[in-house]
């Protein structure tokens, strides 16, 4: 596999939901409504921040430093690529993704985790929104982070065109983080928030 530039950050990547942790809480809470019961995955798990907390035992991402930290914590990793899925035809009820699709092959990843779910399955997408107002901020400093500069963010206009292209149906959309100093609350669509959740069905 490529040299994975997350395998140098891992312990970096862990601490910053520790030192961010009102974004963090109003991430968990925006997409706690969306994932269901059942045989779930997180693909791009990572440390395992929100595989864990959401209850998602089982999680794909091609950085071993990153897994590592996630199995010290009890869930089950697999080393993998979100363009291709180690996993049979329909054998999920659910995926989830988070800030997955601006590192990976959008298109073939959500046409991955479509051949991975069953019929009626779900997916569930958190990505940050290029088109709102943090989502530029972050757009226009990408190149000098650390952890995006290799990041290629879409729109949620865009994210939705894929999702349908790889045979999904969106079902909800909701956003937050704002940038306001304290907790975050979460609103029904996009636009203003950086971080959107999409929610669709097979």
């Known amino acids: 596999m490529p040299e994975n530039p997350f395998d ?52 794909v991402d091609p950085s071993l430093p990153m897994l590592n930290t996630a199995v010290k914590k009890g869930l089950e990793a697999v080393r993998g690529r979100a363009e291709a899925l180690p996993f049979r035809d329909s054998a999920l009820d659910f995926v989830l993704m988070v800030t997955v699709l601006c590192f ?26 290029r088109d709102s107002p943090l989502g530029k901020v972050y757009g226009e400093k990408a190149s000098g982070s650390r952890f995006y500069r290799t990041a290629r963010f879409l729109s949620v206009a865009e994210a939705l065109g894929m999702m349908e292209a790889a045979g999904w149906q969106a079902t909800d959309v909701r956003q937050t983080v704002f ?8 609103l029904e669509g996009h636009g203003q928030g950086l971080f959107v959740v999409i929610a669709a069905r097979k």
């Open 179 to 186: 940038g306001g100093e304290g907790p975050e609350e979460v």
């Open 104 to 129: 990976a092959d959008p298109l073939p990843s959500l046409r991955e985790a479509f051949r991975v779910v069953r019929p009626g399955g779900r997916l569930i997408i958190g990505l940050l929104d």
């Open 8 to 59: 140098q950050l891992a312990d970096e990547y862990d601490l910053w939901f520790e030192r961010n942790r009102h974004a963090y809480r109003a991430e968990l809470a925006a997409l706690r409504p969306s994932v269901p019961q059942g045989r779930g995955l997180e693909v791009g798990m990572g440390t395992g921040r929100f595989a864990l907390p959401l209850g998602i035992s089982t999680g």
